[in-house]
DNA sequence: TTCATATATATACGTGCATATGTATTCCGG
DNA sequence: CCGGAATACATATGCACGTATATATATGAA
């Protein structure tokens, strides 16, 4: 009964999640951009977070990883960081001309591969792959915020 | 209409993977073990590979990674390797009494852990997520095989 | 004002994964 | 039997992620 364990959900999404990072990697690579800097790069454009902090939330990612991804994106051209005239611990952070250039073509290479991995999939079963994987992570975070801080109120349905 | 991106299957199934790795590792850490561990955990004891190389083709990654967590496994004595008789190149590796002693808890830990994170699923449900991930995994698999070489041949449906 | 605390970021270190490349052994054709 | 190709493994390097912890600036209360 062990290799139960391996045809999980757990375990497979872990494996569908390699296999899309691999591809959009592969994919992203001549655009010089890498899988995990796409959250920064839309929240950036979209004006939906400008400090470390915020894309950090944004991204659902700790906050030293977002310093060290943000680090290389500096090094690479692909943003700016300005320090904050409000605050002297804060960066306010921008998209360089370069890296909003090819944010599209970026944009348009990710849902194009999600395209092809659901290309037998119809309409209703991607809706309903989406709806299943948004429960699902919902349940995650759920269980993580209970095992983060057992007796705290877990967050319900509006988080 | 950037977000959208952020809303495809494949930004919600890395999500989805590293909360599920979150958990796991954080349940799987009293035992001794990491998620990354269960693979080759239990193809050893299955007897379904014992060499590095089959054991990084069961858990679907590459060899140096392999070799790196083989290495570890063996410093934190859950692995042992043995000179292969028959092959100067190989190592036998084989498990230790202790994780073969903790491998069952480390299974039902994770397993355990699907179902709390599939608490609302019905059965029909949970079945479908499966299959579809299933099919998103073949899928996957297939473009990287051609991506890697094109002009190859497709391997078709019986891979 | 001043000190304790909170906040924003930085740094150190470990793991998991990747690619690129080196080394040693086996295997095979001539 | 011998030299080159294939194979098994090791090593170097880089990125993404995590935890733990340090540092610097803000902020608020006494």
Redesign the pocket.
């Known amino acids: 009964m062990d290799l139960d364990v391996l045809s999980t959900p757990g375990h497979l999404i872990?494996l569908a999640a390699?296999g899309f990072?691999?591809l959009s990697?592969?994919r992203l690579k001549p655009l010089g951009f890498?899988?995990?800097?796409l959250p920064v790069l839309v929240a950036l454009q979209d004006g939906r977070a400008s400090?470390?902090?915020?894309?950090?939330r944004f991204?659902?990612?700790?906050?030293?990883?977002?310093?060290?991804?943000?680090?290389?994106?500096e090094?690479?051209g692909l943003i700016r960081?300005a320090p904050?005239p409000?605050?002297?611990?804060?960066?306010?952070?921008t998209l360089t001309k370069a890296a909003e250039a090819r944010l599209p073509d970026a944009v348009a290479t990710l849902l194009r591969g999600n395209h092809e991995v659901l290309r037998d999939f119809t309409d209703e079963e991607a809706r309903l792959l989406v709806a299943l994987l948004t429960r699902l992570i919902a349940n995650l975070d759920r269980i993580a915020s209970v095992e983060a801080s057992p007796g705290t109120p877990i967050p319900e349905k509006g988080d």
């Open positions: 872990s390699r990072a691999r990697e592969a890498g899988v995990g800097h400090t470390q902090r915020d894309l950090a991204a659902k990612i700790e906050q030293p990883p977002m310093a060290q991804m943000l680090a290389r994106m090094r690479d960081r904050d409000a605050d002297g611990r804060s960066s306010r952070i």
